[in-house]
């Protein structure tokens, strides 16, 4: 699977953006979904659950879609099958002014991509924001 083709200096960009709805964040440690918001929040990161099987996780409030989060997102960062990725951008592009839509390592759809884009929403995938936050900004 490829990746997108956005420069370190664009990605860099993204990481200053701050309020992240996390789709499939996990309750159960040790799954990517649950170390890498949590270790987004270590980085001083507003990371939004939207799981609908859990009213709370990491103590904090968890919500059924990103659509229904009152809050500001910038960024939805999506830990779901790649078959399963279109319905959340879907979802996702009724909320104003989000800006990235992030495909977890190991996922990509490429019709949320387009969608995604058709609406402005820079999209990429194939990549975990943990690691490349470790990479840009070293740990």
């Known amino acids: ?18 309020n992240i709805a996390v789709v499939g964040m996990s309750k159960t440690d040790g799954k990517p979904a649950n170390y890498v ?9 507003n990371v939004i659950p939207v799981n609908p099987t859990a009213p709370e996780i990491m103590g904090r ?7 229904s989060v009152p809050d500001s997102v910038d960024i939805v960062d999506v830990f779901r099958p790649s078959d399963d990725v279109l319905p959340v951008v879907a979802d996702a592009v009724k909320k104003p002014r989000i800006k990235v839509v992030w495909m977890q390592l ?7 991509e387009k ?6 929403i820079k999209v990429v995938y194939n990549r975990c924001m943990l690691e490349e936050h470790r990479r840009l900004f070293g740990d």
């Open 61 to 67: 409030k968890s919500y059924q879609s990103v659509s």
């Open 37 to 45: 918001p949590k270790y987004l929040i270590e980085q001083g990161y």
């Open 106 to 112: 190991g996922i990509y759809n490429e019709q949320a």
């Open 115 to 120: 969608l995604a884009k058709e609406k402005g």
């Open 1 to 18: 699977m490829q990746t997108d083709s956005f420069s370190d200096a664009e990605l860099r960009e993204f990481y200053k953006l701050k």
